[in-house]
Structures are given as C-alpha cells and as structure tokens.
T-cell receptor, first 111, second 115 residues
Framework: EDQVTQSPEALRLQEGESSSLNCSYT??????LFWYRQDPGKGPEFLFTLYSAGEEKEKERLKATLTKKESFLHITAPKPEDSATYLC????????????FGQGTRLTINP | DAGVIQSPRHEVTEMGQEVTLRCKPI?????LFWYRQTMMRGLELLIY????????DSGMPEDRFSAKMPNASFSTLKIQPSEPRDSAVYFC?????????????FGSGTRLTVV
C-alpha cells in the first residue's frame, strides 16, 4: 500500500528563519511526487511535481528536492504570507492518476 | 476560467437526511476526483472519473455514498442516510488525464456538518 508520512506536524518559525519540511514515502513505482499548499478554508493549491531522484524545483522562496525515499520542501527566508499547510502526495504507476496524500505540515511564520 | 466550482460551501443537516454535493470541473478537464478531508485521516480519495466513467471507487466508505457524473461539466456526491461521522470537508478536483502530472485543480470544498 502506498504511504506518505510528513514531518513535523507543525512548525513555527520567525520571519527570515529558513527550514525544511520532510515527506517520506513508500510507493510501488513512483510516477510523481507532488507538493501542494493549503490555506485555511480553501482547497489545496498545486506547487510542484518531481519525477526522479535528484530532481529539484524552485518557486520564489520554496525549493523541493527528491530522493528515492523522501522529499524535502526547503523554505528560504520565509515571510508571514508563507504560513499555510503544506501537503505532499505520491502518484504510483499502478494507481493511474490517484494521488495519496500525507497529513501535511502546518507552517506558521511569525513577523 | 472560474476554476472548479463546488456547491454548497457549507451544509448542516440532521442525521438520517440525504445530502447532495455538487461539482463543476474546469472546462476541458476530463478527469474528476472526489476527496474527503478530516483532521484524523487527512485527504482521502473517495472516487474518480475519467471521461465521465467511474474508474476507482475503492475509497467510497460504504453503500450510503454514491457519486455520478452525467456529463463532462457536472458531478454529484450523495450521502443517504447521513451520519455524524460523515462530517468533513469534501473536495472536488479536476485535471486533464494526459496532463495529470501538472497537478489537480481543487475546488474550495463543501464543509458538511451532520448533527
């Protein structure tokens, strides 16, 4: 069974304090690993897709990396507007388009 | 584009009543997904459709849940009878089947409360 575990559950940082969120996964043939951002009261918003170990993607203050067992979302010099829940999901070749999500990391950036 | 549109945004109903949630996917997207989100279990896939045909309904919790997609622009998720444990936020998402690696687009969700 495909599984995704995210850590930590919650993270509180000061503005400008860089850190990383972790996503560990087990999947029978990874087709893609996805990162989403979710704000309170809204649906998840797509950020990145990573396909193979060693791949990196960047968007503003966010950089996602991928190994064979985990993915990291690095946040550099965060701002209060980066506060949100960050979700990781995997898509397996066997599961067609199905995404299996982790529980998310709730990130709070204090000014 | 208006994005994925869900209605209602909030629904409060009494146990035993029928509840119908509605979704309009993005025009041109031929894959549609229904997810449920709770604090305890996170986001769970209930069912998804390709070209209006249900492909995987293994996440539908029990026979009280049913989903339909009568055409490319509309889908419903029905719960009958509803129970308090069905309280959750229900999301609809859509994508193009051949471009699913670009991620789904989610709606804003329907917050269901069963009392």
């Amino acid at each position: 069974e495909d599984q995704v575990t995210q850590s930590p559950e919650a993270l509180r940082l000061q503005e400008g304090e860089s850190s990383s969120l972790n996503c560990s996964y087990t999947v029978s043939g990874l087709r893609g690993l996805f990162w989403y951002r979710q704000d309170p009261g809204k649906g998840p918003e797509f950020l990145f897709t990573l396909y193979s170990a060693g791949e990196e993607k960047e968007k503003e203050r966010l950089k996602a990396t991928l190994t064979k067992k985990e993915s990291f979302l690095h946040i550099t010099a965060p701002k209060p507007e980066d506060s949100a829940t960050y979700l990781c999901a995997v898509q397996a070749y066997a599961g067609a388009q199905k995404l299996v999500f982790g529980q998310g990391t709730r990130l709070t950036i204090n000014p | 584009d208006a994005g994925v549109i869900q209605s209602p945004r909030h629904e409060v109903t009494e146990m035993g009543q029928e509840v119908t949630l509605r979704c309009k996917p993005i025009s041109g997207h031929n894959s549609l997904f229904w997810y449920r989100q709770t604090m305890m279990r996170g986001l769970e896939l209930l069912i998804y459709f390709n070209n209006n045909v249900p492909i995987d309904d293994s996440g539908m919790p029990e026979d009280r849940f049913s989903a339909k997609m009568p055409n490319a622009s509309f889908s419903t998720l029905k719960i009958q009878p509803s129970e308090p444990r069905d309280s959750a936020v229900y999301f609809c998402a859509s994508t193009e089947e051949d471009r699913s690696n670009y991620g789904y687009t989610f709606g804003s969700g329907t917050r269901l409360t069963v009392v």
